[in-house]
């Protein structure tokens, strides 16, 4: 009897390890899959020759993954001008953020990416200089390719893109219909803001992934790579114009994605 009464005992206590062994398990899983999944806040930076615009088809890819997707507004005053509006749409969000970088919002999203709701930067064909480095200072480290029309500041210190050269140097795997409405929607850019330097560069302290973008006519491929692997940034590579987001915005989002489960 006593034998028979050892094994039920025994039984009950195989019983309940294994009912425990599930259940911590089934938590860990579920612990494991939130966190995976866990920033849901994207904030959205575009560049000079551009507006928020641009971001409509990315927005609707990530829209309906359930992301929350908020889209700035450049000033293109200066350096500071677009980070203090970055940093007002950081401060609406409910939680971790992804911040992404355009072009010129690469080196916004470098200073505002400080913000403590951000949690990873994403770099999107997209400038990304060092403490006291500026823009220009990367923009000068390759030959422009012969399609690149950006001209030279007018009198009130504004860059504009050459029109002729907007569809093949800045948008050409897009429609000369999407491109024409780009450049007719492009902001006022002051050219001081490639000279201004940064003060703190986020990618230092926070996890970063970049874009090169392969047919890129505006910022050279070469620049992407280059700034990317200096700053251990994770590189895709897309083939697709320097509006990358606009013509491939399915591989844009997977690198927003995967940044997000981080």
């Known amino acids: 009897m006593k034998t028979i009464a050892l094994k039920e005992q025994l039984n009950r206590y195989f019983m309940f390890a294994v009912l425990i062994f599930s259940f911590l398990f089934t938590t860990a899983n579920s612990n494991a899959q939130t966190t995976a999944a866990q920033i849901k806040n994207v904030v959205l930076v575009h560049g000079a020759f551009a507006d928020g615009s641009g971001w409509k088809g990315l927005y609707q890819v990530l829209t309906k993954k359930g992301y929350n997707v ?17 940093n007002l749409a950081l401060d609406k969000q409910d939680g971790p953020t992804i911040l992404v970088g355009h072009s010129w ?8 990416g400080n913000h403590p709701k951000v949690a990873a930067l994403v770099y999107v064909a997209a400038l990304q200089p060092d403490n006291e480095e500026t823009s220009v200072q990367w923009l000068m480290t ?7 029309g950006v001209l030279s500041p007018d009198d009130k210190g504004v860059v504009y ?36 330097p940064i003060t703190k560069a986020a990618w230092r302290n926070k996890p970063s992934y970049g874009i090169v973008a392969t047919e890129d006519k505006s910022i050279s491929p070469e620049i992407e790579r280059a700034m990317y692997k200096r700053s251990n940034t994770k590189i895709t590579e897309i083939k697709g114009s320097h509006v990358v987001f606009i013509s491939q915005p399915e591989a844009v989002a997977k690198v927003i994605i995967a940044a997000s489960k981080k």
């Open 161 to 196: 893109y050459d029109k002729a050269k907007f569809h093949a140097g800045f948008a050409g795997d897009i429609s000369k219909e999407d491109a024409d409405f780009m450049y007719a929607s492009q902001g006022a850019f002051y050219a001081k803001g490639f000279g201004t």
């Open 142 to 148: 390759a030959p422009p390719a012969p399609e690149n």
């Open 70 to 86: 908020t889209i700035v507004q450049n000033p293109l005053s200066s350096l500071e001008d677009d980070v203090r509006v970055t």
């Open 105 to 112: 919002g690469g080196t916004v999203i470098t200073e505002a």
